[in-house]
């Protein structure tokens, strides 16, 4: 009777162990799983600080733009000289970085010199295009068309002036495009009444 009763207490207890573990394939099935599904979520949370960070840099030149309007609308000084223009330049020579400027001599451009401030790029964002509009021609330097672009206001007028390496064009407005080193791309744009805005697409 006791002999009854061992075995069949043995035989419910292996019964009982076996059904529940887990086997070797099981085990490595989960495993895969765990991380197919981590991967996934890492390289979602990788592209989504790339969009982040580009929104971010945007409006961080869209700033910058709207910082020169409101120096060229107050008539900031700088050097104890009261400039009447000021702009932000942008060269497709140097993609990572553009100027913040005073146009002290007054002839549009940016001159060694004039610099009130210089925006760094890093982290792999770049500019990648920059384009001035003439309203039925649109000229980029990502088609060799332009070399450098920049955006000057004048007191006492918010309006924006677009100036590019090409000699007596009129433009009614500017592009800047900003590149993650994920791929993605902000557009920043700016228009002759003083309109800067970011844009997606």
């Known amino acids: 009777m ?3 009763l061992s075995s069949h207490y043995k035989k419910r207890h292996n019964e009982f162990h076996r059904e529940g573990g887990f086997t070797l394939l099981e085990l490595l099935v989960v495993m895969g799983v765990m991380l197919v599904i981590t991967t996934l979520i890492l390289a979602r ?3 989504f600080n790339g969009t982040v960070l580009v929104r971010n840099l945007s409006y961080s030149v869209a700033l910058s733009i709207r910082q020169a309007q409101v120096y060229g609308l107050s008539g900031r000084s700088t050097g104890g000289l009261i400039s009447i223009r000021y702009g ?3 060269t497709s020579a140097n993609p990572t970085q553009y100027v913040l400027f005073a146009d002290q001599d ?6 060694p010199g004039e610099s009130v ?7 792999g964002y770049v500019i990648s295009n920059i384009c001035a509009n003439t309203g039925t021609v649109e000229k980029c330097s990502g088609s060799g068309d332009i070399d450098r672009l920049t955006i000057l206001f004048m007191r ?5 002036r677009f100036i590019t390496d090409i000699a007596n064009d009129v433009y009614t407005n500017g592009t800047i495009t900003v590149l993650s080193a ?6 920043v744009r700016v228009t002759t009444t003083g309109q800067i805005s970011v844009q997606q697409e």
Not at 117 to 123: A, C, P, Q, R
Not at 182 to 187: E, F, N
């Open 2 to 4: 006791t002999s009854l």
């Open 182 to 187: 994920q791929g993605v791309t902000r557009y």
């Open 45 to 47: 949370h990788n592209q």
């Open 106 to 111: 007054s002839d549009g451009t940016y001159d």
């Open 156 to 160: 006492p007028n918010p309006d924006a």
């Open 88 to 90: 932000v330049y942008f």
């Open 117 to 123: 401030e210089v925006f760094s790029l890093s982290g």
